[in-house]
Nanobody, 124 residues
Framework: QVQLVESGGGLVQAGGSLRLSCAAS????????MGWFRQAPGKERTFLST????????YYADSVKGRFTISRDNAKNTVYLQMDSLKSDDTAVYYC?????????????????WGQGTQVTVSS
């Protein structure tokens, strides 16, 4: 079955950077758009970014545009999220997700499979 495993989370000071990875297995990775979401305690899961199957198209939420960069390596079945200029408001559990659509979009319902999440904590 499809398995998505996030890694790279941790504790970082405000202004710092982290790079999240999401390793996929059990699927033909290049046939899936990929997305990143996050969920803070007591809040809904929110969209951050998505990347098309080939990696040629990307889209970002306004809250992270210019600070976060999504990329993928189809040879390694991995999608990344480079996070720079982190703020305390970025503290959350970060999830990757896979969509059979060409371009996943911003809605959780567009994604078929989810990882277990990785915690990111930004100290001020």
């Amino acid at each position: 079955q499809v398995q998505l495993v996030e890694s790279g989370g941790g504790l970082v000071q405000a202004g710092g950077s982290l790079r999240l990875s999401c390793a996929a297995s059990g699927l033909t990775f290049s046939n899936y758009a990929m997305g990143w979401f996050r969920q803070a305690p007591g809040k809904e899961r929110t969209f951050l970014s998505t990347i098309s199957r080939s990696g040629g198209r990307t889209y970002y939420a306004d809250s992270v545009k210019g600070r976060f960069t999504i990329s993928r390596d189809n040879a390694k079945n991995t999608v990344y999220l480079q996070m720079d200029s982190l703020k305390s408001d970025d503290t959350a559990v970060y999830y990757c997700a896979a969509s059979t659509m060409e371009f996943g979009g911003r809605f959780t319902g567009s994604y078929d499979s989810w990882g277990q999440g990785t915690q990111v904590t930004v100290s001020s």
